[in-house]
């Protein structure tokens, strides 16, 4: 049987890649640190991962068993040293922190095969494969770096299913939306695996993705969490303000996309209409806090939604719901949340300019920079 090495066998790891691979046939050995998860893949070998619909449906995912990455080091890189395909869903700032045992299984395995492995970082991050890639190499010597050509393929890719944080007392099982779509960039003939879509370039797709789906989640997060800090994202959808917003938003993002890309307008519109429906998918019961977390992240220069803003003022578009849209991420203070503490402590201590100009690289004269500065005072009341 066909193996597979995941890293991070959490929501979308069960819910998404996992599944798809087992489905099509692979054994999925999955990698991670919470030692509840990994021992109840071993002892149970399997989980269910239901539909957020009327009805429910629920599929049996099965070959399915566990790692732990800190306790089962020789275990993870004999997996990586007869895998065809290693993927991860781990969250972008985990990257760096497992690339020391991938390059360690990628060592011994060019030892041992010739055979193909593709790498796929399967993160909500531009080109988060790539950066995978250069995380490795930091760790491997020039011979073997020049042995991984020809054998190891770097695939960067673009995910989207919604999948909530779980309520269900800790059991395997992963409540995920219908809907999916999974994007690889690759030029190689990589075996084929149900639900994955080949690309020759990943660029529109993955700014298609982010900066719709999640430049929408993100606006309804945070201004939904202005509103109430425990409201799920279809209770923050029932607010027509934050309707209206979100809508303004994805008019900016699409204005941009459709002139980058040369998007048809309509079916970009169609496309937009499609992702708020899914947000208001009630079943999931997806929290503002979930999809506002990080915000470090979520506000850097790459993401969803400095990227779009700085794109579109390059384009001579309008950006200025966006700019709103960061000015409600800087105010996202929920004391859980690492990244928002410390982002409250940056503001508290240099001040918004300052901290957009450390996270986001926006200079202090930037128009967008005073959008977002006078949006935060009017937000912050
Ligand atoms: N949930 C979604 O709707 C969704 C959709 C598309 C993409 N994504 C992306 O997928 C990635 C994972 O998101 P998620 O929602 O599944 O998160 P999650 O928190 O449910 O899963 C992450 C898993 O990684 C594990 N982990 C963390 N640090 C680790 C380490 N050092 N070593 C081994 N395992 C470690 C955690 O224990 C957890 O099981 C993120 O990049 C996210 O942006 C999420
Ligand atoms: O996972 P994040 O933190 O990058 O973003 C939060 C959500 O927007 C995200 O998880 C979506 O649910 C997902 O990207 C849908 O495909």
């Given at each position: 049987?066909?193996?597979?090495?995941?890293?991070g066998?959490?929501?979308?790891?069960?819910?998404?890649?996992?599944?798809?691979?087992?489905?099509?046939?692979?054994?999925?050995?999955?990698?991670?640190l919470?030692?509840?998860?990994?021992?109840?893949?071993?002892?149970?070998?399997?989980?269910?991962?239901?539909?957020?619909?009327d009805?429910?449906?629920?599929?049996?995912?099965?070959?399915?068993?566990?790692?732990?990455?800190?306790?089962?080091?020789?275990?993870?890189?004999?997996?990586?040293k007869?895998?065809?395909?290693?993927?991860?869903?781990?969250?972008?700032?985990?990257?760096?922190?497992?690339?020391?045992?991938?390059?360690?299984?990628?060592?011994?395995?060019?030892?041992?095969?010739?055979?193909?492995?593709?790498?796929?970082?399967?993160?909500?991050?531009?080109?988060?494969?790539?950066?995978?890639?250069?995380?490795?190499?930091?760790?491997?010597?020039?011979?073997?770096?020049?042995?991984?050509?020809?054998?190891?393929?770097?695939?960067?890719?673009?995910?989207?299913r919604?999948v909530?944080?779980?309520?269900?007392?800790?059991?395997?099982?992963?409540?995920?939306?219908?809907?999916?779509?999974?994007?690889?960039?690759?030029?190689?003939?990589?075996?084929?695996?149900?639900?994955?879509?080949i690309?020759?370039?990943?660029?529109?797709?993955?700014?298609?993705?982010?900066?719709?789906?999640?430049?929408?989640?993100?606006?309804?997060?945070?201004?939904?969490?202005?509103?109430?800090?425990?409201?799920?994202?279809?209770?923050?959808?029932?607010?027509?303000?934050?309707?209206?917003q979100?809508?303004?938003?994805l008019?900016?993002?699409?204005?941009?996309l459709?002139?980058?890309?040369?998007?048809?307008?309509?079916?970009?519109q169609?496309?937009?209409?499609?992702?708020?429906?899914?947000?208001?998918?009630?079943?999931?019961?997806d929290?503002?806090?979930?999809v506002?977390?990080?915000?470090?992240?979520?506000?850097?220069?790459?993401d969803?939604?400095?990227?779009?803003?700085?794109?579109?003022?390059?384009?001579?578009?309008?950006?200025?719901?966006?700019a709103?849209?960061?000015?409600?991420?800087?105010?996202?203070?929920?004391?859980?949340?690492?990244?928002?503490?410390?982002?409250?402590?940056?503001?508290?201590?240099?001040?918004?300019?300052?901290?957009?100009?450390?996270?986001?690289?926006?200079?202090?004269?930037?128009?967008?920079?005073?959008?977002?500065?006078?949006?935060?005072?009017?937000?912050?009341?």
């Amino acid at each position: 049987m066909n193996q597979v090495v995941h890293f991070g066998a959490g929501n979308i790891g069960r819910g998404f890649i996992g599944a798809l691979f087992s489905k099509s046939g692979y054994h999925v050995t999955f990698v991670d640190l919470a030692d509840d998860i990994i021992n109840q893949l071993n002892e149970k070998g399997q989980y269910q991962v239901k539909l957020a619909t009327d009805q429910q449906e629920t599929m049996t995912i099965t070959n399915v068993s566990g790692l732990n990455n800190m306790k089962q080091e020789s275990d993870v890189i004999e997996a990586i040293k007869h895998a065809t395909f290693l993927t991860t869903a781990i969250g972008p700032n985990i990257l760096p922190r497992i690339a020391p045992l991938i390059a360690k299984g990628l060592t011994e395995r060019v030892k041992s095969t010739d055979d193909k492995l593709y790498v796929i970082a399967c993160e909500n991050q531009i080109s988060a494969t790539d950066l995978l890639k250069g995380y490795v190499l930091e760790h491997l010597d020039q011979e073997t770096a020049e042995l991984l050509t020809g054998k190891v393929y770097f695939c960067n890719s673009a995910v989207d299913r919604i999948v909530p944080i779980q309520n269900n007392q800790g059991s395997l099982d992963v409540l995920v939306e219908p809907y999916y779509e999974w994007v690889v960039e690759t030029k190689e003939n990589i075996p084929s695996v149900d639900g994955m879509d080949i690309v020759a370039d990943l660029a529109p797709f993955i700014e298609r993705k982010l900066f719709t789906v999640n430049t929408g989640h993100a606006v309804i997060a945070y201004l939904g969490y202005l509103k109430n800090k425990s409201f799920t994202i279809d209770q923050a959808l029932a607010d027509e303000e934050i309707v209206q917003q979100v809508k303004a938003t994805l008019s900016e993002t699409g204005a941009y996309l459709t002139h980058q890309y040369g998007l048809d307008p309509e079916e970009h519109q169609q496309y937009i209409n499609k992702i708020i429906n899914r947000f208001k998918n009630s079943y999931l019961n997806d929290a503002v806090i979930r999809v506002g977390r990080s915000p470090l992240r979520k506000l850097g220069l790459n993401d969803r939604l400095v990227r779009p803003a700085t794109e579109a003022k390059k384009a001579g578009l309008s950006y200025t719901n966006l700019a709103k849209a960061i000015a409600s991420a800087l105010l996202f203070d929920y004391k859980e949340d690492e990244e928002a503490v410390k982002l409250q402590a940056m503001i508290k201590e240099k001040g918004v300019s300052q901290v957009l100009k450390e996270v986001s690289g926006l200079e202090e004269d930037n128009e967008i920079t005073q959008e977002v500065i006078s949006y935060y005072n009017v937000l912050k009341g």
